[in-house]
Structures are given as C-alpha cells and as structure tokens.
C-alpha cells in the first residue's frame, strides 16, 4: 500500500509532565499525525495518507451523521522496556473491523491493509508513545459514511482515518475493584441486532443506563439479555466473568455481545492455567444464588483499556453482593499480571499475540 505522508510542521508539545505525575487520562491527548484513505465505489479504497492531525469536514447530510453509519475499533500500542513499540493481535481487531462493516453495510478492508495502517501511524508517532510503567499509545481506528444523501440506504462513500492518543495507566494506584450495576430496565441489544458490532450506535444507547448508574455510585453497568432481561451479557466497556465454585463463567458470542480480542486471550490464558472456563447462559439469579451460597469467587472484566477489572461490588435491585472482601481476586490478579506481561514484552510471547512496528 502506498500512502503518501505529509508531516507537520508545527508538532505539538507531548505530555510528558502528565506522564511523569500519572495523571495522563485515557484519551485526553492527541498525537502529531493521524492516517486517512478514503472509499468510493467507484475506485475502492484509495489515497491512503498521512497529515498533520486536524478536523474533519462532512456535508451537513453526510449519512453517518443521521444514520449511524459509522465503526471504530480500540487497540493499544505498548512501549517495552528496551524501546520497541508492540501491537497486540491486531489481525483479530482486522476481522472484528470487517464484521462490523459488514453488519452495517460498510465496505471492508483487506487485513493487511487494516493492519499495516495502523503500523503506519504508530511507526510516525511512535515518540507520543509514553514511557512510563502502564502507559500506552491508544490507537482509535473508525470509518463514517460521507454521501451527502437523506434517503435512508448505505453510503457510497466512506473515511477511515486513525488517531492515537498517549494514555496512562487506567489504574494509576494498581488494579482496584470497581462496583457495578444490574440494570433490568433498559438493554443493550438482542439477537439479530447490532450487539456484535462496534458501533457508536451501540455505545449512545447505553449512556442513558450509565448515567442513571453513575447518580447511584457504581462505576458501570452489567447488561442483562434484551428479551427475558434474565441472563448476564456484558457492561458497558467490557465483557465479563464470574468466578463460580472455581469454574470461570462468561456469555456466549451468541451476536449480543462484542466478541472481545481481550475476552479470548483471557479464556486461553486461564485454560492453558488448568483453569475450567465455560462459555454459557448464566442468569442472574444464579449469581445471586452462588453468592448466597458463598460460591461467588471472583468477577471481573475485561477489555482492551483496563485489560482485566476486578468486580468488588454487584447491585441487583436491593440485593447487594460484596464479592471477595472488595478486593482483588487471585485468578483475576494472576490474569491480568500474565496478559499485560505479554503486551509488554515482559514476557515470553508463546502464543504469537504481540507484533513489532
């Protein structure tokens, strides 16, 4: 792939005080360059490029602006320790990108060329990339549709681009418990919807849930299934597990729920432990009674931004669960220290997972 790269002349002054006081954020920060390549149906995709980071211009009709057409991807680029910059399983992220498109009838793109765009701009940026332990370089892949159009139909014209942001460790004190709602009114999406993709669609629908829960104290929401609001799905930034008599449990990539690059690296991981996982329906009611019981062992998330996030407080209409003494379980902990080792390249990579720019 070709792509022509313009550099800027008036770089930007990276946060490297922020770095050195943990108080980076995630996304708060934005690097020099950021890649574009548009797509025609005419001419496919071209005029990959790189330019200096600035806004973007749509028709006041653009069709992603009133139809939602639009996806994005969340990735990370890790500084080791002897100054190499890593992807982790970006290829995954690539067939996720075009099950997206393809839910919402959106071109997809060639893995190859996803992945060696975003090596593109992580090899340009790679000096936004901070340094300290924990830190990251936030990569935000998206596509929107640009047909100036107000027929409700696909676009026949889109944009990609790439943004990286320099981001700091989502746990700047060390990976602590976070309280978490059931919410049985509202839901996520259903069977036949657009669960699955990584949408923004996806994300707005949930702010209302979130909010709700935020006035209430609790950090996020756990989704429960949209038809019988019986069985635990996701919250709204990460799957989720729970540790049950010693067997992990998680949802089913049953199209409800975003099959999450971390959420398989998490299961292989805990398997290759001699951990039992199962993939299945678990209703909150079972939740309630294995903690009852005094079987509820762990709970936690995971995702690309926290990795792994120990659950320490679970809200079911009245019923409260306090889970491990809110604190840090030893399988969440034991998986969140041997996935993170790998990304960084702290750790022997046996499986492959982490690519060099």
Known sequence: MDIKVTRTMTPMSKPLAEEKAGTLGFGNYFSDHMFLMNYTKEKGWHDARICPLTDLKFHPAAMGLHYGQEIFEGMKSYRTKDDRMLLFRPYEN??????????????????????DSIKAIVDMDRDWAPHAEGTSLVLRPAMVATTPNLGVHPSDEYIFFIITSPSGAYYPEGIDPVSIYVEDEYIRAARGGTGYAKTGGNYAGSLKAAQLAA??????????????????????SMNM???IDGTIITAPLDGTILPGVTRSSVIQLARDKGLKVEERKLSIDEICEAYDAGKLDEAFGTGTAAVVSPVGKLQYKDKEMIINDFKTGPIAKDLYDSLLSIQIGDSPDPYGWTIEV
């Open 215 to 236: 006035e209430k104290g609790f950090t996020q929401v756990l989704w429960l299934d949209g038809i019988e609001k019986k069985y635990v799905e996701e919250v709204g």
């Open 94 to 115: 690539a067939k996720r990108w075009n099950d997206s498109a393809e839910r919402m009838c959106m071109p997809q793109m060639d893995e190859d060329m996803f992945v």
């Open 241 to 243: 597990m729970f540790v």
